[in-house]
């Protein structure tokens, strides 16, 4: 088993690793304490929802809308190809509405998002919660000795409580055809015996100490209609789809879909660079670059070169220096 101080001393030979650890990760629970005192999560960010708090990788997006009683989150990005939403506080307000009205609304609602997230509300000790339609925004779940754990990474929680491997998944992933059907394990298993993985199609209810699931689609038959009628709906949805990302790519600042559906299939997210340190580092290129040509004209006119003129290209170099090192730094700190 790997150990916490195993981690932090690879970390302390290389801190460029140390965001990969649990990338884009997060960790909801109603337990009191300091994630950051494990080597690789020091930098996580701490929110907190009713009782429950929620830890962050710096990376990981976190969105919230809260009323009166009720705060809504959303983990992830998603849009809505129906009512055209694309921003994830505005798909947050619609959710509470179609909440507000019935449970029917809500499922309706959340089974027109889009998207890789986890979405649900935190009413003082009890949240509701589910995944995307595919459950592509990885969860576990579990409650140990009263504590309740829902984290992107199951081994995550190993570092912070007492868990069993399972010997059943131990003896399943040294089956020899197992690499033959995906690195995934099937159904809601785990590596551990008090987590499951929380399932696509599936509402999770915590309450009193409980936690209670339920299937909600399909809820009743499927009434496809016409042909005709289902080509339209799904030529709406999909037009709805491309609308959408054409205004997410605008919101990143882009116009080739080809590198944006690329970038988002891989890493599932964007990131938008606006350093003012490059702007200055490039017009700091530029004067140097004059003042070298100026410089190079000089010496062919005179034959001579100067010492402040040397002295003015060594200030300008060692500006171009600093620049580079705080760019650098910038770009460390985003994976």
Not at 207 to 214: L, N, T
Not at 242 to 255: D, R, S, V, W
């Amino acid at each position: 088993m790997v150990r916490d101080e195993d981690i932090a001393k690879i970390i302390v030979e290389r801190p460029e690793l140390k965001s990969l650890v649990f990338q884009r990760g997060f960790l909801i629970t109603n337990c009191q304490f300091d994630i950051n005192t494990l080597a690789f999560c020091s930098d996580w960010k701490l929110y907190t929802m009713g009782a429950f708090a929620v830890w962050l990788h710096p990376n990981t997006d976190f969105y919230t809308f809260k009323t009166d009683s009720t705060v809504y989150f959303l983990i992830g990005h998603a849009y809505n190809p129906i009512t055209k939403a694309y921003r994830e506080t505005e798909i947050l307000r619609e959710f509470a509405s179609a909440w507000s009205r019935s449970r029917e609304a809500t499922d309706k609602y959340l089974n027109g998002l889009t998207g890789i997230f986890l979405v649900g509300w935190v009413s003082g000790d009890e949240l509701y919660f589910q995944p995307d339609a595919t459950a592509m925004r990885t969860a576990y779940w579990g409650i140990v000795k009263d504590k309740l754990y829902i984290s992107s990474h199951c081994h995550l929680v190993s570092f912070l409580d007492t868990i069993t491997r399972d010997p059943y998944v131990d003896r399943l992933i040294g089956y020899k055809y197992y690499k033959f059907f995906g690195a995934g394990l099937p159904g809601d298993l785990s590596p551990f015996l008090e987590l499951k993985r929380v399932q696509c199609n599936f509402e999770y209810h915590y309450s009193a100490g409980k936690m209670s699931f339920v299937r909600i689609f399909p809820g009743a038959r499927l009434h496809t209609g016409s042909y005709r009628e289902t080509i339209d709906e799904i030529s709406t949805i999909l037009a709805g789809n491309m609308e959408l990302i054409q205004q997410k790519m605008a919101q990143f600042g882009t116009k080739n879909l080809s590198a944006y559906l690329r970038k988002m299939a891989v890493d599932g997210y964007v990131v938008q660079l606006d350093l003012p340190e490059l702007k200055e580092l490039v017009s700091l290129l530029r004067r140097s670059s004059n003042n070298l040509n100026q410089l190079t004209r000089k010496v062919h006119e005179t034959g001579r070169i100067y010492d402040v003129d040397l002295e003015d290209i060594s200030q300008r170099q060692e500006q171009l220096w600093e620049g580079v090192k705080e760019i650098l730094t910038q770009l460390s700190k985003l994976s």
